[in-house]
């Protein structure tokens, strides 16, 4: 197999394996299971990086999506290896930010699909949108990928 081509630098991975509950009516994975697996592995993330869903409680804080962006580009099947790549890509510091993931077939080497979620901070309590803890800020801000420069 090729290594995969990655949009940006040093993906946070997270695998899946498609199952036979995966598969709809024309035999490939149903569209909703992407999504929800982007979501799985941001979340996967943001806890690797420091920020559980026990820090957003204690922080009264957390970042809300707002906007979904996918691109559906190859079909998979039962049994293929997905591998989801997610970045923070866009993080201003203080309300909004913006997620990239991209997802490969591990049998083919190709990409599958990508996605752009961008966030704005809240606060729990009220859903109302607020300014980001300087915890989120320290965690956050060091991690922001840049474009490969094969994927310009």
Not at 28 to 40: A, F, S
Not at 121 to 127: A, R
Request: proline share 5%.
């Amino acid at each position: 197999m090729t290594a995969p081509n990655w949009d940006f630098a040093d993906p946070y991975l997270w695998a899946v394996t498609v199952e036979a509950a995966h598969i709809d009516a024309l035999a490939h994975t149903c569209n909703t299971h992407y999504v929800e697996w982007c979501m799985e592995a941001a979340w996967a993330h943001t806890t690797a990086l420091g920020l559980g869903a026990e820090d957003y409680q204690r922080l009264d804080r957390a970042m809300a999506l707002t906007h979904a962006k996918y691109d559906y580009l190859r079909a998979t099947r039962e049994g293929d290896t997905l591998l989801v790549g997610t970045w923070i890509t866009d993080w201003p510091g203080k309300m909004k930010m913006k997620r990239q993931l991209q997802i490969i077939c591990e049998r083919t080497a190709t990409t599958v699909f990508r996605g752009t979620l961008e966030f704005v901070c809240i606060q729990i309590s009220t859903g109302s949108p607020k300014r980001s803890p300087q915890e989120f800020i320290d965690i956050y801000s060091p991690v922001i990928a840049a474009k490969t420069p094969s994927s310009s």
